[in-house]
C-alpha cells in the first residue's frame, strides 16, 4: 500500500511541474494554447514519473552496488577522501590564525 501511494505521489508531483511548464509555455502563445499545454504537460509529467517511480528501485540498487564493489577504483577513492580531509584541515588551521 506505501508503495501505491508513493508511486501515486510520484506522478502527481511530477503531472504537477508538468502541467505549469506547458502552461507556462502556451501561455506564451495564447490563453487557449496555455490550457492545451498544461494538459499536454501533465500527461507528460504524469508519463515519467510513472516510469521514474517504477525504475527507482532499479536504479537505487544500481548506486548501491556501485558503491559497495569499488573494485580497481578503491585505492584512488581512498586516496582522494585523504587529500580531501588534509586539505579541510589546513583550510580549518588557517582560518584560525
Request: charged share 20%.
Amino acid at each position: 500500500m506505501k508503495e501505491r501511494v508513493g508511486r501515486a505521489v510520484s506522478r502527481a508531483k511530477y503531472a504537477a511541474i508538468g502541467g505549469a511548464v506547458g502552461g507556462a509555455l502556451g501561455g506564451l502563445v495564447g490563453r487557449s494554447a496555455a490550457s492545451t499545454g498544461a494538459g499536454f504537460g501533465a500527461l507528460a509529467g504524469a508519463f515519467v514519473g510513472e516510469k521514474w517511480s517504477s525504475a527507482a528501485p532499479f536504479v537505487e540498487k544500481a548506486r548501491s552496488t556501485t558503491s559497495d564493489n569499488l573494485g580497481a577504483a578503491a585505492p584512488f577513492v581512498e586516496k582522494a577522501k585523504s587529500r580531501r580531509s588534509e586539505q579541510s584541515a589546513e583550510s580549518q588551521s588557517q582560518e584560525q590564525a
